[in-house]
C-alpha cells in the first residue's frame, strides 16, 4: 500500500510531514518536497546532494474540505557543483509549483474552469478561491488560448477601442506590481455571424499592424473593407497591414457593448462596394 502521506493531498510531488490544528480550528500543513527529481539544476540536469539552506514557503492551494488549508511547504535550496553551470543554486520545485509561483497549477486550472463553464466571472472566483483578480484572470486568459481556434476572415472587420474605467495594477510572480493598459483594440466581424474576432491590449497603430499581421498574409487577402473612426493611428495601421483593403470611416463608438456596435455599423455598411468615404 502506499504512503498516505504520499497523496492524501492529491499534490504530485511533495508529502505530508504533519498537521497543526490552532485554536480557532484552522489548519496548517507542513508538506516535504517527495519528488527526486526536485534536486536535479534546471540548467545542467545534474543532480545535487549539497543543500545550502532550507526555506519554507506558504504556497496557495484549493480548499480542503470546508475550511481551507494553510500551506507550508519546507524546501532545500541546492548548490550546483558543475563547473560549467551557470545556475549556482536553485531551489526545489514540482510541476504544481514551479519556481516563484505561490498558487498551486490546480488552483488555477480551478479559477479558469470556473470562468469557462460560464457560471462564473473573475472576480467571482476570488471569493471562492486564493487568488486576486489579475491572477484569475490571467489563469482563464492561458486556458482560453489553448482553446482557441484560428479566426475565419471576415469580408468587413471592424477596428475600435474600449476603455477600462478605472486603471488597473497586476502583480506578477516575482511580485513587482505594473499598470495595466487602460485601452484595448477590438476587431469585429461586421459581415458575418463572427462577432468579436479578438481584443489586443493598447490602441496603437503598432498594437493593430501586429494583431493583423499575425492572422498572416491569407487572412488579410480576404479582408476587403476595413470600418475605423476617425484615428490616425488605426488609419496608418490599416494603410500598412491592409493596404489593398477599402476603409470605411464611421463616428460610432462601441463603449456599450461590441455587439451592439457590431450591428449598428454593420447596418450602416451594406456591403464592400458602399464605403462610406472611400480612400481615406
Ligand atoms: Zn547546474
Known amino acids: 500500500m502506499r504512503d498516505g502521506t504520499r497523496f492524501c493531498l492529491g499534490l504530485p510531488g ?61 524546501k532545500r535550496q541546492f548548490a550546483c557543483r558543475e563547473r560549467l553551470c551557470k545556475q549556482q543554486a536553485f531551489t526545489e ?21 470556473a470562468v469557462g463553464s460560464g457560471w462564473s466571472v473573475a472576480a467571482a472566483v476570488t471569493k471562492e478561491l486564493p487568488m486576486s483578480w489579475p491572477i484569475a484572470h490571467a489563469a ?10 484560428e479566426l475565419v476572415a471576415p469580408e468587413v472587420l471592424g477596428i475600435d477601442e474600449t476603455r477600462r474605467r478605472r486603471p488597473r495594477w497586476a502583480k506578477n510572480e516575482a511580485g513587482s506590481w505594473s499598470r495595466l493598459e487602460r485601452f484595448e483594440t477590438n ?32 487572412w488579410k487577402a480576404q479582408v476587403q473593407v476595413v470600418v475605423i473612426d476617425m484615428c490616425s493611428p488605426y488609419r496608418a495601421a490599416v494603410q500598412q497591414a491592409l493596404p489593398d483593403a477599402r476603409r470605411s470611416l464611421t ?13 449598428r455599423s454593420a447596418a450602416r455598411v451594406p456591403g464592400p462596394a458602399r464605403t462610406s468615404r472611400p480612400g481615406r
Open 14 to 74: 511533495v508529502a505530508v510531514n504533519r498537521v497543526e490544528q490552532d485554536a480557532d480550528g484552522v489548519r496548517t500543513v507542513h508538506l516535504g518536497t517527495d519528488d527526486e527529481a526536485a534536486a536535479a539544476c534546471p540548467e545542467c540536469g545534474v543532480f545535487s546532494t549539497c543543500v545550502r539552506q532550507r526555506r519554507t514557503t506558504r504556497p496557495r492551494d484549493l480548499p480542503y474540505g470546508e475550511v481551507a488549508l494553510e500551506v507550508r511547504w519546507h
Open 93 to 113: 520545485s514540482i510541476d504544481e509549483l514551479p519556481p516563484y509561483a505561490r498558487i498551486t497549477g490546480r488552483t488555477r486550472r480551478a479559477a479558469a474552469a
Open 140 to 149: 482563464f486568459a492561458a486556458h482560453a488560448d489553448r482553446l482557441l481556434v
Open 187 to 218: 476587431f469585429v466581424d461586421l459581415s458575418g455571424p463572427g462577432g468579436l474576432l479578438g481584443q489586443t491590449a493598447g490602441r496603437t497603430s503598432k498594437t493593430v499592424v501586429d494583431w493583423l499581421d499575425g492572422r498572416g498574409e491569407d
Open 251 to 263: 463616428g460610432s463608438t462601441w463603449c456599450a457593448s461590441p455587439t451592439r456596435w457590431s450591428r
